[in-house]
């Protein structure tokens, strides 16, 4: 009889060790198709470095020139770096 007994018994392991199995593909299985229904997206990405702003006139360093220019002009100066300017 107790060749029987353990006959069973390893009957009845394999038995729930195939069972795991089958639950375990069954929850693999549903993981998968709701993955593919949702649809993975990867993260999004961050920007590296922050959009640049926009230049104001003061930023402007043609602006800046002409300002100068013109105050040097206004106050008798040459006019320009090169000094051929007629000033007012």
Not at 8 to 24: D, P, R, S, T
Not at 52 to 77: A, C, I, S, V, W
Request: charged share 25%; net charge positive.
């Amino acid at each position: 009889m107790t060749q029987v007994g353990g006959c069973v018994a390893a009957y009845i392991g394999g038995v729930k060790f195939l069972v795991f199995l089958v639950l375990l593909a069954l929850v693999v299985y549903a993981l998968v198709r709701v993955a593919q229904q949702r649809g993975l997206r990867p993260p999004p990405r961050r920007p590296a470095a922050p959009p640049p702003r926009p230049h104001g006139p003061d930023d402007d360093p043609e602006f800046l020139r002409d300002l100068d220019r013109k105050r040097r002009q206004e106050e008798g100066g040459t006019g320009g770096p090169g000094g051929t300017g007629t000033g007012t």
